[in-house]
């Protein structure tokens, strides 16, 4: 039997990063997914790294893949204050586009590793600021999530 494989968007920091630790400890091949800063491996893995929302760069990144067992997405775009120099409208887009868009890309990409050994499971991490968001700048990312 092959070494389960996972793939995790998001990996290099937070809660991607301890997925990425915690899938590592239980022997899986880890592929941490990341996109401005390099995601950390913990066992054995690989570091794919590219935009998620550009279905090119999914593409690309897919083709490293053999199989999968497991697609978590977790990536994001980062929450933090709208700047001032950017419109509403953009900074919807931005978040929806880093969030969302790119979930539903790698789950499309995931699916198709999956559905010929009938077997896999994806799993979407959501956030507390879907129900919850703490201030307005934040409310596109938590429709987001």
């Known amino acids: 039997m092959s070494q389960k494989k996972v793939f995790i968007t998001g990996a290099s920091q937070g809660l991607g990063q301890a997925l990425s630790r915690h899938f590592s400890e239980r022997g899986y091949f880890v592929y ?6 390099p995601a950390e ?9 590219g935009d998620l929302t550009d279905p090119s760069a999914i593409e690309r990144l897919f083709t490293e893949i ?5 697609m978590v997405n977790n990536a994001r775009f980062d929450p ?5 120099d ?3 409208s953009d900074w919807w887009d931005r978040n929806i586009e ?3 868009k790119s979930t539903y890309l790698c789950t499309l990409a995931a699916f198709d590793k999956m559905k ?3 077997i896999g499971a ?16 934040r409310i596109p990312y938590g429709a987001a999530k």
Request: with cysteine; net charge positive.
């Open 41 to 49: 491996l913990f066992g054995s893995g690989k570091v794919l790294q």
């Open 116 to 118: 010929d050994r009938k």
């Open 66 to 70: 053999d199989h999968l067992d497991v």
């Open 32 to 37: 941490a997914g990341c996109f401005r800063k």
């Open 86 to 88: 950017i419109a509403e």
């Open 122 to 137: 994806i799993v979407n991490v959501s956030s507390i600021r879907g129900v919850l968001p703490n201030d307005f700048d």
């Open 80 to 84: 933090s204050k709208k700047p001032a």
């Open 98 to 100: 880093g969030s969302l």
